[in-house]
Nanobody, 121 residues
Framework: QVQLVESGGGLVQAGGSLRLSCAAS????????MGWFRQAPGKEREFVAG????????YYVDSVKGRFTISRDNAKNTVYLQMNSLKPEDTAVYYC??????????????WGQGTQITVSS
């Protein structure tokens, strides 16, 4: 099992940017696809972006295409989510997890504490 620690959240105005990080330990990180998820109040957790083990294949939900970029550094056991042109509807707690494949929302490990993103209008 992998331990996941998300960071980088905060309060930002609409149109702003944030970069999230997810540090993983306890598993051979570079062997697995990783994904970012988010959960807004009163809503189910949503798969936002995924990246394959080597970082050359990515997936994005339609609502974030062209604004968010997922990347990874296997030497640092870290996956990132660069979020640009943020909108109030991006407000949520963001989580990372190991996924079955870069375009598959099946999470394979326990959830971390997440990091809160709040976008003000």
């Amino acid at each position: 099992q992998v331990q996941l620690v998300e960071s980088g959240g905060g309060l930002v105005q609409a149109g702003g940017s944030l970069r999230l990080s997810c540090a993983a330990s306890g598993r051979t990180f570079s062997s697995y696809a990783m994904g970012w998820f988010r959960q807004a109040p009163g809503k189910e957790r949503e798969f936002v972006a995924g990246i394959n083990w080597i970082g050359i294949r990515t997936y994005y939900v339609d609502s974030v295409k062209g604004r968010f970029t997922i990347s990874r550094d296997n030497a640092k056991n870290t996956v990132y989510l660069q979020m640009n042109s943020l909108k109030p509807e991006d407000t949520a707690v963001y989580y990372c997890n190991v996924v079955s494949d870069y375009n598959d929302y099946t999470a394979l490990d326990s959830w971390g504490q997440g990091t809160q993103i709040t976008v003000s209008s």
